[in-house]
């Protein structure tokens, strides 16, 4: 189905929802007022305006419209899911933002993301009330959505929150049993980390995709339902730093090749203690590299 005629289905659905609780005879708000409801032009109304007339639920002449009966669930169009729509949201929505598009402290109109993103308001409202729980979003007082932003603050209270949980995941990895597909995975970016070091004088602007592969193998092991949503936020953040200040940035990623292949060394011999130490220095200089990109942007 085309993403236009979903937008219409959700746009139609909206519209009866919204006019449910209306009493009989109740005046419709203009088209523009219902664009902005739904979130849609007001070309996508005059089509949901049209059915609603068809339909006998409402009386249409020039800019009058009324209710003339309560909408009912069979009055509804269904609408298929589109998870390629949903999936891909946080890492759209991440991705505006840490590109540092948008400052700090910018009201955000549902309407307006609807549109940029290409998804139902319904869907962007319950995306942010999730994503307000890592504190890059808040509700406003009086309504609405406020980006808090990408700051100095932030990036030390999830660096500190990153090390707690990958350093729990390295112990998981250290006792993971030999059948284990860690094992298979750790070997492979083994080669992987070994190959791009060869060839670190040319293609060092590939290990950003190379560290969120690592990480996400360490932490693939350790499962836990709370600990999973915060992953895809941390590796997105962790991964973006390596596109904000490239002054050096051959010279760091050949120093983190080295201390992902220490981690791999220590693991493999399962020595707990020493992948723990090892991984440490890692999410220090982390930390540090996390730390001076905001700086490069004046953010830190």
């Not at 955000?108 to 994503?131: C, I, M, N, W, Y």
Request: include cysteine; charged fraction near 25%; glycine fraction near 4%.
């Amino acid at each position: 189905m085309a993403r236009s005629d979903t937008r219409y289905r959700e746009a139609y659905n909206q519209i009866l929802a919204f006019c449910e609780p209306l009493p009989a005879a109740a005046p419709i708000p203009s088209e523009t007022r219902l664009a902005e409801i739904a979130g849609v032009s007001r070309t996508v109304i005059r089509r949901c305006l049209a059915r609603m007339e068809e339909l006998g639920l409402i009386s249409w002449q020039g800019r009058d419209k009324r209710l003339l009966r309560t909408p009912q669930a069979e009055d509804r169009i269904a609408v298929p899911d589109s998870p390629s729509d949903r999936s891909d949201l946080e890492q759209r929505f991440l991705d505006w933002v840490l590109r540092f598009d948008v400052p700090a402290n910018t009201p955000l109109s549902v309407a307006e993301l609807s549109r940029t993103f290409d998804v139902p308001q319904h869907d962007l409202k319950e995306f942010l009330a999730g994503l307000s729980r890592f504190g890059l979003v808040s509700r406003r007082p009086q309504g609405g959505w406020m980006l808090l932003g990408f700051t100095k603050d932030f990036a030390i209270e999830l660096s500190d929150f990153r090390s707690v949980l990958e350093l729990n995941a390295v112990t998981h990895v250290a006792d993971a049993p030999v059948d284990h597909p860690v094992w298979a995975a750790l070997a492979q970016l083994r080669r992987d980390h070994l190959s791009l070091k060869d060839a670190i004088d040319t293609d060092f602007h590939e290990f950003s995709k190379l560290d969120e592969r690592f990480h996400l193998a360490i932490n693939s092991v350790v499962k836990n339902r709370f600990i999973a949503e915060f992953q895809k936020v941390i590796s997105l953040i962790f991964h973006y730093h390596y596109m904000w200040d490239k002054t050096e940035e051959k010279v760091r990623n050949a120093a983190a090749i080295d201390e992902h292949i220490a981690i791999i060394d220590a693991l493999e011999a399962r020595d707990a203690e020493a992948a723990q130490a090892a991984a440490l220095r890692h999410l220090r200089t982390s930390r540090t590299t996390l730390l001076s990109s905001l700086r490069h942007h004046h953010l830190g």
